[in-house]
């Protein structure tokens, strides 16, 4: 079952090693643990409806309104463990089909209902959050439409409904001996509109492209009507529809149908471990690469702290000691920083692009291990968000942030970006242990993905005061310092504020008159993505 | 000097080889030779401007404006031969910086005058042409901002004047050691701001991308602000403005300053051609190859008549017979079926993909030939344009057409638009010769890219309406056939009326609510893109 305060299975649990709890007690101090609500405790908090009538298929179980009141941020997760939802949606639809997501639509235009399109609820920037106001809310999941409905196996176009999640997809397109390779490491759990919705990308981008390239078409549900948009390969007839959708984060419309582009599954994929000795030659190894358009599928670097507390958090010392003796050896000693790559495709083409990449990376003193790490990475690839479980047990909060920016500023604005973490709670003498990686590499420049813990202090409230300090430092240091608001996890209600840094006010106000156009009484998750 | 009635350099003259001219009188008909004008007669025709006062960045000048008044289309052709011009713009202004565009502005809003973005008038779609009404009309060229700007070697972007063309772009960069590598059939004319406002896509656009790829940011000048788009490799910052502004075709605002993704320039390079025994296994070749992912950087598909009428008008005729002998003994008889590809990129990684193309190749069928046609396509990738003087001095009439569509309906489309041409002039009893290649293939589908040669009749005028009832009839058949109306043309004036098929009334009026938050007053190229 999947769980009620927290990510994922109620099976899967992701402890933090003993050796682990030391480490980061010796960063930032002895761990903090509070006290945890039951679900009991929440399910007594929740208010009646104030649906009138009944509808269908709108659920008005306490419990149901419970599961869809909060995303996963980090404010998400201590209004949960705290058992403070303050807000809950007054009831959860679950339509089966586009013609009752349309009837839902009418029904709220009659009842003055707000409507809040949900796909797997992973939402880490407060998208999916009912706001206290006048009007009742109602979360419109999407979860029960969730199969392959069509495979064009000539055009490797896959059409699927939108509440398909990342298992849902993959499964249904493996059956048949293909895949879609969008891997986000909320895959278990988010879903095929939601990626669409919020401009998702995959762990294996540099291979199968953003959810940009493989989104081709699909039928959005509108105040205004139906908007269907037609797969071609590529067209010149005006501006793309499709880029108007992707990123909408339900603001336009509910998605109601989404048709991709897939792959067939390719011969080999394997992925490896490198290390490079310092961060400088690491930061200039990774750009060369994916600027001499090696055909790699994976390429991630993380910076010395980040190496260091990957292998402190591994657990299995005694083996993490011996592999830094001889990577001390052979050059990458304090300081060395990993890098993961990985292959996919026919295995003449893998073996080109290993043996390339290996030449290159030689060149700026990198020691390559071998598949190993790399194997453990692919396995362990969407066990993170357990290990905020593991860290909060022993008395930490996690939270992560991401952005993108140019080659030229990369090294800047993370080194700016994990400043203003590192310095953030000093007024209170605490300390943040801040770690980065670069995960989406592109000719033109990287993410950068930081994540930060600290000590959650003595109550939920100090706890909420100090992320908020820490987001807000983090969120003003990338917009100012050319970096941009979201490069994966989008915008929200948490990032809105930052918004119009970098779209500009002309910006924002042409993304107004689209969602006026759409939903002129801004029914649809309003304060979502535009403040207003 | 450029032309004034025709493509391109006078210098450069292309003409039909006698063999050639006797192919096609054997197809549709001795040709029909009109009668053209001479400048000094056009120059005559040209009506006083209605602008009021002098402005020091517009000029009047009558050839000026003769040289501005029509693009590239088929009726464009015949107006400009006929020297039947109908309407002038009434000046050409030539600013230098954004802050003149700016200042162009606010005069046209205070002159009560209309507004043409021009890059290098190459449109075949109607987009620069001036209408008849009331208001004044000024072409804005933007051929004096065409200037390298800013080079940031580091995340691979170049900053430009929005009205560089192709040779200034590539030079500019290659004496620096970098390319575009966007190389449009009118890349020796046309701009990049053309080519972003009308999303081109180059011969290479396999490796490099479409100009939706290689379009990073830049500034766009509008009646409601400047419009400054960051450079980010990648965001999930809402909807891309990038996007909204690709395609807008001047509708929206003038694009002040571009900023693009370069390459460095690859350390080798090489095109082949094989001819495959047949269309079937032709295009079944191409499906897999472009679905298996073989680096490769431009791949191209003649069809069998258009392979016929290549070699037919390729001049050297012992040659080719050789040739055909030689294919012949092979297996690629009649209706065989060229292919042209090439690799770029380093010499390991070219052959392999050389290595892994012919193999694939051979299992359908192809023949290989080698480098030697592939090179006289890369030298001759620019001068089809120039060909439709050598063919109108024989008296031939010839236009192009183009739609993209996904593979499951490559076969089907392409039949069904060359059919409808090919039985357009039935009821004249004229015959059509019809030929097709794809010339930019994805994974999901490709472009399809027909020309058709017709004899233009006893006038212009009836030149005029056999292309009417040609272009019509392909347009429809295109859009209710799930083609789209483009796939690198662009929309203009000529295929607007057909852009609701694919846009949706919804989607036209999202484009409406876009045109009228920037251009409240419709100043911008009316009817471009959008009827209204």
Redesign the interface.
């Known amino acids: 079952m999947r769980r009620w305060n927290g990510w994922g299975e109620e099976s899967t649990v992701v402890e933090l090693p003993a050796h682990g709890a030391g480490f980061l007690a010796e960063k930032i101090g002895t761990g903090q643990v509070l006290p945890d609500a039951s679900l009991e405790q929440v399910l007594a908090q929740v208010p009646a409806s104030r649906l009138g009538e009944p509808h269908a298929l709108i659920s008005v179980d306490a419990e149901v309104r419970v599961r869809h009141a909060r995303g996963q941020s980090l404010p998400d997760w201590l209004a949960v463990r705290e058992g403070r939802f303050e807000v809950f949606p007054d009831g959860v639809a679950l339509p089966e089909s586009a013609e009752q997501i349309r009837e839902l639509l009418t029904w709220a235009q009659q009842q003055d209902v707000i409507l809040i399109p949900y796909g797997g609820g992973t939402s880490v920037a407060g998208h999916i959050n009912p706001q206290a106001g006048d009007k009742p809310v109602v979360t419109l999941s999407l979860e029960r439409m969730n199969k392959l409905l069509e495979l064009?196996e000539?055009?490797?176009?896959a059409t699927f409904g939108p509440g398909a999640n990342g298992p849902q997809v993959e499964s249904q397109l493996r059956a048949r001996g293909y895949t879609l390779g969008h891997y986000p490491q909320s895959w278990e759990l988010s879903t095929l509109g939601g990626w669409v919705a919020?401009?998702?990308?995959g762990q294996q981008s540099l291979r199968y492209g953003?959810i940009?390239q493989l989104f081709?078409g699909g039928s959005v549900e509108?105040f205004?009507?139906?908007?269907?948009?037609?797969?071609?390969?590529?067209?010149?007839?005006?501006?793309?529809?499709r880029?108007?959708?992707?990123?909408?984060?339900g603001r336009f419309g509910v998605i109601s149908e989404v048709r991709v582009?897939v792959?067939?599954l390719a011969e080999a994929e394997n992925f490896y471990a490198v290390f490079l000795p310092d961060w400088p030659r690491a930061l200039q190894a990774i750009?060369s690469l994916v600027?001499?358009?090696v055909?790699l599928s994976m390429l991630r670097l993380s910076n010395a702290v980040e190496t260091e507390t990957q292998l402190a958090l591994a657990g299995h010392p005694a083996q993490i000691a011996w592999l830094e003796r001889y990577l001390a050896l052979r050059g990458a000693g304090d300081g060395k920083c990993m890098m993961t790559f990985g292959v996919t495709?026919?295995r003449?083409?893998n073996a080109?692009s290993l043996k390339?990449a290996k030449k290159q990376l030689k060149g700026f003193g990198g020691v390559f291990t071998g598949t190993l790490l790399g194997k453990k990475w692919a396995e362990g690839r969407f066990r993170f968000p357990y290990l905020r479980h593991g860290l909060w047990e022993a008395g930490y909060a996690v939270d992560t942030l991401e952005t993108?920016?140019?080659?030229?500023?990369v090294d800047d604005l993370l080194n700016k970006l994990e400043h203003s973490l590192r310095t953030a709670l000093e007024d209170e003498g605490e300390r943040v242990h801040v770690f980065t990686h670069l995960s989406?590499?592109?000719?033109?420049?990287?993410?950068i993905y930081t994540s930060y813990a600290f000590r959650p202090g003595s109550s939920y409230a100090t706890a909420l005061e100090r992320w908020k300090k820490l987001k807000h430092s983090a969120c003003q240091t990338i917009v100012n310092n050319?970096?941009?608001?979201?490069?994966?996890?989008?915008?929200g209600r948490d990032?809105a504020p930052y918004?119009a840094v970098?779209?500009?006010?002309?910006?924002i106000?042409?993304?107004q008159?689209?969602s006026?156009?759409?939903d002129p009484e801004k029914r649809l998750a309003p304060g979502v993505?535009l403040v207003k």
Chains 1, 2 share one sequence.
């Not at 919020?198 to 990308?201: E, I």
């Not at 993108?404 to 500023?409: C, L, R």
């Not at 050319?482 to 915008?491: D, L, P, R, Y």
């Open positions: 064009d000539q055009s490797l176009i919020s401009r998702s990308s953003r940009e081709a509108t205004a009507g139906t908007l269907t948009i037609p797969t071609f390969p590529a067209s010149a007839a005006g501006p793309d529809l880029e108007m959708l992707l990123g909408s984060e582009r792959s067939k750009r600027q001499a358009r055909p495709g026919n003449q083409q080109l390339q993108s920016t140019d080659w030229s500023n989406h590499v592109y000719g033109q420049g990287s993410s050319h970096g941009t608001i979201s490069h994966q996890h989008g915008v990032h918004l970098e779209k500009g006010e002309l910006g106000a042409a993304l008159a689209l006026t156009h759409f993505l």
